[in-house]
C-alpha cells in the first residue's frame, strides 16, 4: 500500500470523508469510475465522501465500503477502517463478533427455509389420510349399503 492516512490532529477540519474524496480527485477518478470498479452504488459513496454514514444500512458494509474503496485507491485499508472507528467509536464488530451475527443469521435462515417443508410434509400426510378415509368410506358404502 503506498499511502498511509495521515493521522488526524485532534480539531482538524479534514475528515474521512474529505480525505478519500481529495485522494480519487488527485487520481483524477470521478465516483461512477470508482462505482463501477468497486460495485458500489454512487450515492453511497457520496456519502461516505460527506460523512453521512447513517445513509449507509450497518456498521458492517460501513466497513466493507470502506475497505473497498481504500483499496480502490490503494490506500491501506486497516488505516482507514480504524480511522472510522476512532471517529465514530468502535461501532464496528470484530472478526469475532461478525462470524458469530452470521452463524446465527444463517441458522435462522435456515429454520425459516425449513418450514415450508415441514408445512409441505404435513400436508401430504393429511392429504393421505384423507384419500385413505375417502376410499374407505366408498369400499364400505359399495360393501354394505348398496347391494349387489
Known sequence: ME???????????????????TERESRNLTLKQVSESTR?????LKA??????????????????????????????????????????NSIPSKKEESKTRLITSLSLRRRMT????????????????VMILFGGISLYYMFIKPM
Do not use: C
Not at 499511502?3 to 478519500?20: H, I, K, N, T, V
Open 40 to 44: 458500489i452504488k454512487e450515492r453511497l
Open 115 to 130: 418450514l415450508p417443508k415441514k408445512r409441505a410434509k404435513l400436508w401430504l400426510f393429511i392429504g393421505s389420510i384423507s
Open 3 to 21: 499511502d498511509r492516512f495521515p493521522p488526524l490532529a485532534e480539531g482538524s477540519m479534514e475528515s474521512l470523508g474529505s480525505y478519500l474524496k
Open 48 to 89: 461516505i465522501e460527506e460523512d453521512q454514514y447513517e445513509l449507509l444500512s450497518s456498521p458492517v458494509y460501513v466497513k466493507g465500503f470502506l475497505e473497498a474503496y481504500a483499496r480502490y485507491l490503494r490506500l491501506d485499508s486497516n488505516d482507514i477502517v480504524l480511522q472510522y472507528q476512532k471517529s465514530h467509536g
